[in-house]
């Protein structure tokens, strides 16, 4: 039995049509990854089953019958539950208190406390979820928060848990841990509908793959009948390299652009962090900084880009010292910062996209000269990049707010490659893209090397680490444990620095 089906369900924004024609048959008990580039129309698409969005036409049948969703709720009434993307928590409260929320036992007026824990611990232990009910959602790792929105749909009965990328934040070993635990939701009657382009988490996870492209079903496939590159064609409408070629070394060894010396930083609650780590990029060089997420990288990040102080030690660009300098002042210097937070530290959400591509470089002469902005040479900056960086947007200069993850990356790619500088701090630079964006990213990326450019990549995808470094960092609890020649290294001998199995420190 087709538990979702859509008929011809098509959805405007203006003249501009995100879904055309979609038409879906979901059986029971299935898991479907529903993949496409950034922009393709994914979200609208659960939006619309969520109850978030309605249909301009087209139609919506839950369990064999034709349904009309004004809202959240009356998708919850049906049996759809949905994790977003960016989580819908409240980290003041607890685990349980953020699952009860709206769904609140009471007992003669009052809040039943004792119930409500009672009722969540027998949930978080029927599923398998590793999850205190009485920690503080503040307190927990994002993969723990996305296992509290699972919860909290759980707990609402649902019978279909759509998931909008659920990965694009996770720690490998959360990836790992969220496919085991979709898998045994699975195992237990649920039907799953997964948003993602993650197309190794897709084939490890899906029965099903339905792909979508600029609007439009271009078609589904079972798993097995698909490769990755299969998928990607289907996604991009042409070969996609799942690798670059980097081509042969092109580093001036005698020429330090970037230097960090003995650096020491402090966490947010006072622990070291990052433990007297000292490195060199060269002009023509690419550093990888390879490690498991929560091992210092963000710490050593934010220092290294001005969003935090360093305790001890020294950082220079070009010979000039720029320890504990501010960002505008690190950019001023020549560098240029991909942030691992894209909307926390790297856009401005209630800015339009033209404004947030001259963001940070807002000073510039062809941009201000005072007291007035220039808006002709605003907007054809905006025209170039978003042809030139392929950014989808669904009006001419829309609210950064509106746009999909992965295009909102592409508008901070776009800002800080044209700016040209002369060493490019690359935290995280493809998180949340799709495939066809990732090989133009690392592509560009390449290229600035190419240039004589100096690049620092930090990323906790190690085959983006291993493809694209010349020289490679094992970062490990706040230190570096060993440095290697990326055309001489595998993943298994990185896997074991990264996990602390491994020190150079200690085989000498």
């Not at 009471?106 to 009910?133: A, C, H, Q, W």
């Not at 694009?168 to 699975?186: A, G, K």
């Not at 023509?284 to 390879?290: D, N, Q, R, V, W």
């Not at 501010?326 to 894209?342: L, Q, S, T």
Request: aromatic share 6%; charged share 25%.
């Amino acid at each position: 039995m087709n538990i979702i089906e859509t008929k011809d369900l098509t959805k405007y924004f203006g003249k501009f049509c995100a879904n055309n024609c979609i038409n879906l048959e979901i059986k029971q008990g299935e898991i479907r990854a529903i993949i496409g580039e950034n922009g393709a129309g994914k979200t609208t698409l659960m939006n619309m089953l969520y109850g978030i969005l309605q249909p301009s036409s087209g139609e919506i049948h839950v369990k064999g019958k034709k349904v009309s969703m004004n809202s959240p709720k009356d998708a919850i009434a049906l049996g759809l539950g949905m994790v977003h993307q960016h989580f819908k928590l409240v980290p003041s409260l607890t685990v349980y208190e953020n699952i009860m929320i709206g769904s609140e036992i009471t007992r003669m007026g009052l809040i039943d406390v004792k119930e409500e824990k009672k009722r969540v611990s027998e949930l978080i232990e029927k599923y398998k979820f590793d999850l205190n009910p009485e920690e503080k959602v503040a307190d927990l790792s994002i993969g723990a928060m996305q296992r509290v929105e699972i919860v909290k749909m759980l707990y609402r009965n649902v019978d279909v848990l759509i998931l909008d990328e659920p990965t694009s934040v996770l720690t490998p070993q959360e990836v790992d841990e969220l496919i085991e635990s979709l898998q045994e939701l699975n195992k237990q009657g649920m039907t799953i509908i997964i948003i993602t382009h993650k197309l190794q988490e897709v084939k490890k996870l899906a029965h099903k793959i339905t792909v979508i492209r600029h609007g439009q079903m271009i078609g589904t496939v079972d798993e097995k009948d698909a490769s990755m590159e299969d998928l990607a064609y289907m996604m991009v409408g042409r070969s996609v390299l799942m690798n670059v070629n980097k081509g042969q070394k092109n580093a001036d060894m005698n020429n330090v652009v970037y230097e960090v010396k003995n650096l020491t930083v402090l966490g947010q609650r006072g622990n070291t962090a990052v433990n007297n780590v000292s490195l060199k990029v060269h002009k023509g060089e690419i550093l990888g900084i390879a490690g498991v997420e929560g091992n210092g990288q963000t710490e050593f990040a934010k220092t290294i880009y001005g969003m935090m102080t360093c305790k001890e030690g020294k950082i220079f660009l070009k010979n000039e010292d720029i320890t504990n300098a501010w960002p505008n002042e690190i950019r001023e210097k020549g560098a240029g910062v991909i942030p691992e937070d894209r909307y926390d530290e790297g856009l401005c959400l209630g800015m339009k996209v033209s404004e947030n591509l001259i963001a940070g470089y807002h000073g510039r002469p062809n941009v201000y000269k005072t007291p007035f902005f220039n808006k002709k040479n605003i907007k054809e900056n905006k025209n170039r990049l978003i042809k030139e960086f392929d950014i989808r947007l669904s009006a001419d200069d829309p609210n950064v707010s509106g746009l999909s993850g992965g295009n909102a990356q592409k508008i901070i790619i776009a800002r800080e490659f044209t700016a040209d500088p002369d060493f490019l701090i690359c935290c995280q630079p493809t998180r949340g893209v799709d495939v066809g964006s990732i090989e133009s990213i690392h592509k560009k990326i390449i290229e600035f090397r190419q240039e004589g450019k100096a690049i620092l990549l930090i990323s906790s995808e190690l085959s983006e680490i291993m493809t694209l470094s010349d020289r490679i960092l094992v970062m490990y609890k706040g230190e570096f444990t060993g440095e290697f020649d990326a055309s001489n290294v595998t993943a298994e001998e990185l896997g074991l620095y990264m996990t602390g199995v491994k020190s150079q420190k200690n085989n000498q």
